[in-house]
């Protein structure tokens, strides 16, 4: 397989289309989508080389145990201006999460929504019934449209470009969040921007210019205040890169030193269903310079995990590779040991990452999903005592979370049972903790990391989770 660093192939940013692919749309009309491919390929890119390179650079501190990585968001996130206009709330729950952690570890937190593109989604059947009737299965909004109508759920290629924009509006709305906390910082030396006109599909995206980027400083990471506590900076993007006609658009080669980077996003991620060893996803992710993510379930043998390590981070550079464990809270202590152990051995630095959401996911009697805080709690426990066990630092958090009082996971500051979900049930796909859960599971994280009272003495709290 074409590896970044091999020396006797070359990558190209459409090779992945020799190879088989799972998850991907069946789009109706492939000159439409030849149409949007290119039109994509000749639009401004979203991210820079230079962010993107900064983010790789804290998430190596994140490898080393210098940092922590917080990564959180929509499992779905929407495309209309709903989508923007959530950009603040998230800004402020994952900041709000990422101060939280940090007090207790008196570390930077790195600080990455999944956000700004997490508009495609896998899905385990490729149709769903509702009301008795059966539908193709919505795969996010960057694919078809979430209503139970056939004729929406039908994959449309201008959806890609809808995405683009929607992405760009997110990637805006950062930057002017981002100049109105250098403003609070300085006052007197920082007027903020003027709101941005969004629509103009080939405008490019906002840059972070050089004066704004020195007095922001460690953007994307908690900072020290003067007052000694910590201040949440920004916000990353990252999404899992799953539809690839879209991705692959979205490649741009770096001139300085003709690396190939995915400017769609910071951090992309390759999925659980998508990671395969001889499939496209892995063979996309490997030849793009960027920091990237793996997904890893419970299926994961010790030797995929270290052909996955070889094969996306050759050079063994710290912060290219992000593992994200989502084994389930009874699979975890069983699973994990053994893929951290052969990753150790192998002598592969990556940033071991849990998400404890994707693998303890239920059905409720009417067929919505749930996940019990609980469970994800116990997960989480788990990881740490892994990681702990094998002497390796838990590099991070992923989760997926929605700021307000959603009722979609269960306990803990959420609807104690399926009866009390009333209409707080909002979310696109997945079920997202709410703002009490959310900061509940940051403190529960903090004080493992801290290895405070709570954390990770024998026995310590199951009592704090008393299950719904
Ligand atoms: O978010 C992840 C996946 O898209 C999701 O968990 C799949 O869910 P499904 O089993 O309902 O298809
Ligand atoms: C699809 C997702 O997860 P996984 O690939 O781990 O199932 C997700 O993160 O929404
Ligand atoms: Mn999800």
């Not at 800004?91 to 940090?102: P, Q, T, Y």
């Not at 980027?213 to 990353?236: C, F, I, K, Q, V």
């Not at 690839?244 to 910071?266: C, M």
């Amino acid at each position: 397989m074409p590896g970044r660093h091999s020396e006797s192939l070359v990558w190209r940013r459409d090779d992945w289309r020799r190879l088989p692919i799972s998850q991907q749309p069946s789009w109706p009309d492939p000159a439409a989508l030849d149409a949007v491919r290119n039109r994509l390929a000749t639009l401004p890119p979203l991210t820079s080389v230079a962010d993107v390179r900064r983010l790789e650079v804290s998430l190596a501190k994140a490898a080393a145990g210098r940092a922590f990585l917080l990564q959180a968001g929509d499992c779905a996130e929407p495309m209309d201006a709903s989508g923007t206009a959530a950009v603040r709330g998230k800004n402020r729950l994952i900041g709000a999460m990422a101060e939280a952690i940090s007090e207790h570890t008196g570390l930077p937190t790195v600080t990455v929504g999944r956000i700004g593109g997490q508009f495609a989604k896998p899905r385990s059947r490729p149709t769903e019934t509702v009301d008795g009737r059966e539908l193709p299965a919505f795969r996010g909004e960057m694919v078809n449209d979430p209503r139970p109508d056939a004729r929406l759920r039908t994959p449309d290629p201008h959806r890609l470009l809808g995405a683009y924009r929607a992405a760009k509006a997110v990637l805006n709305e950062l930057y002017i969040i981002a100049h109105e906390t250098a403003a609070r910082r300085l006052p007197d030396a920082w007027p903020t921007p003027a709101p941005t006109a969004p629509d103009d599909e080939a405008a490019p995206v906002r840059s972070w210019d050089g004066s704004l980027r020195s007095l922001l400083g460690g953007y994307g990471e908690t900072r020290r205040d003067p007052d000694g506590g910590w201040a949440h900076t920004g916000l990353w993007t990252s999404h899992e890169a799953l539809v690839l006609d879209y991705e692959e658009a979205l490649v741009r080669r770096d001139p300085q030193t003709g690396e190939w980077f995915l400017l769609s996003t910071h951090l992309p991620w390759i999925g659980e269903r998508t990671r395969r060893l001889d499939e496209a996803h892995v063979a996309f992710h490997a030849g793009i310079a960027n920091p990237v993510g793996c997904k890893i379930g419970p299926t994961t043998t010790p030797e995929e995990v270290v052909r996955l390590c070889e094969v996306l981070n050759p050079s063994r550079k710290p912060g290219r590779l992000t593992l994200i464990s989502r084994m389930g809270a009874d699979a975890v202590r069983d699973r994990l040991p053994g893929l951290v152990r052969a990753v150790r051995a192998a002598g592969h630095p990556v940033v071991w990452v849990c998400d404890p959401m994707h693998g303890n996911t239920e059905l409720l009697p009417d067929g919505r999903k749930t996940r019990r805080v609980a469970r994800i709690a116990a997960e989480i426990r788990g990881f740490f005592e892994v990681l702990r066990d094998a002497g390796e630092w838990p590099g991070g958090l992923h989760l997926e979370v929605a700021d307000g009082d959603s009722a979609e996971c269960l306990g803990e500051g959420g609807p104690a049972s399926a009866e009390e979900i009333g209409d707080g049930y909002r979310t696109l796909c997945d079920p997202r903790l709410n703002e009490k859960q959310s900061i509940t599971i940051a403190d529960l994280v903090g004080r493992l990391l801290a290895g405070e009272e709570g954390g990770f003495g024998p026995a310590a709290d199951e009592a704090v989770w008393t299950r719904p």
